[in-house]
């Protein structure tokens, strides 16, 4: 089917916990990706965007009801992890930036020892409970200037390759290149902020290396200009079309669904009205069939909200936004602070099991 004519089903009131499994045992619930969270309402977006109606999950109009499926089933374990957390999850990907200009503040490439400094790093955040190092050479906050590949791997190989026996590792990069050189030092991800879009050669990389790839929603294709007056006819739909497109074309290229997670890229092209709305419809993505990454740490929008200016004093509105996505069953979560993000999942999830 194109892809400008397919019709969405958006889950809306989603639950959890107790009230959940009550909702799906009655037959008034439908579990979300398999559980533990529920949905009772969703909302039908017929193929020109328009809400064709809001309804029961007990009462949907005749020929809907097949459009359930990828909301229902449970997608793949993601590079086939299991949580640290537990299951249901979410997992937690740790971020190790090897950049002297990331926004979050945190890169170590400023030390003496830049290498050294970012094994430290990685160490202490699998310690603190993350599943997934991501490790990557170049910013790509709004206005960062591109990294010669050369640099990019100089910066993070050596990382990678002693930090992929201590935890799976992800390969933060755009460059073709890059993803055969990480991949070849032991990681065991990909994930692109273009969503293979950068480099021509990219999805044939991922697809021989048989590897998980993570494919992020971006507005164009030039970190530099992508906030320039960010528009969209309705951010939630033009960000699930776009990822939609994107895993059509990787399959196409010869990298199956079931290694696929998708990210809605919070901050890459976004202003903070797009960026809230993107985590509040964030269940209408799970209708792709694949798990759903969420980066929203210490990002641009946590400081309008707040109005803290510096990213690294960003973590408790960076925990709230962790949690929200949880909820809304995003199924890793991109962070700086892995030690808080894990503390605060840990009661989220006891209190929902309670
Ligand atoms: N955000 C950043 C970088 N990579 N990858 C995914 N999948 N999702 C994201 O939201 C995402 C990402 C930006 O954050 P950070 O790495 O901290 O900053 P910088 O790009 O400035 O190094």
Request: proline content about 8%; charged content about 20%.
């Amino acid at each position: 089917m194109p892809d400008g004519a397919r019709r969405w089903i958006e889950p809306l009131a989603v639950i959890e916990g107790e009230a959940a499994a009550s909702a799906v045992a009655a037959g008034e619930g439908l579990p979300l990706l398999g559980g533990p969270l529920a949905f009772l309402t969703v909302r039908l977006i017929a193929a020109d965007g328009s809400t064709a109606g809001i309804h029961r999950v007990d009462a949907l109009p005749v020929g809907w009801d097949r459009l359930l499926d990828s909301l229902v089933r449970p997608p793949p374990a993601f590079a086939g992890l299991v949580p640290r957390l537990g299951p249901g999850g979410p997992l937690v990907m740790g971020i190790v930036n090897l950049t002297p200009d990331s926004f979050s503040g945190d890169g170590v490439l400023r030390g003496p020892d830049p290498a050294e400094a970012a094994i430290a790093q990685g160490r202490a955040i699998v310690e603190a409970g993350a599943d997934i190092l991501d490790i990557g050479g170049e910013s790509t906050r709004p206005g960062a200037a591109p990294v010669p590949v050369e640099e990019e791997c100089r910066r993070i190989l050596p990382v990678i390759r002693a930090l992929a026996a201590v935890a799976p590792v992800s390969v933060d990069t755009r460059n073709a290149a890059t993803m055969r050189a990480a991949l070849e030092a032991g990681a065991r991800i990909v994930n692109d902020v273009s969503a293979l879009r950068h480099d021509p050669d990219s999805a044939a990389v991922v697809a021989a290396a048989d590897a998980p790839v993570v494919l992020m929603h971006m507005l164009g294709d030039d970190p530099r200009r992508m906030q320039d007056a960010p528009a969209y006819a309705d951010v939630a739909l033009d960000v699930a079309r776009f990822l939609a497109a994107r895993v059509a074309a990787a399959e196409a290229a010869g990298i199956p669904r079931e290694r696929i997670a998708l990210d809605p890229g919070i901050g890459f092209g976004k202003t903070l009205d797009h960026n809230l709305a993107l985590l509040r419809r964030l269940p209408l993505l799970a209708g792709l069939g694949c798990p759903v990454l969420v980066g929203a740490s210490r990002k641009a929008f946590i400081g309008r909200l707040s109005g803290v200016a510096e990213a690294g004093r960003r973590m408790p509105g960076s925990l709230a936004a962790a949690l929200l996505a949880a909820a809304r069953g995003a199924a890793i979560l991109r962070v700086h602070d892995v030690a808080e993000t894990v503390q605060a999942l840990r009661v989220a999830r006891a209190v929902a099991a309670a």
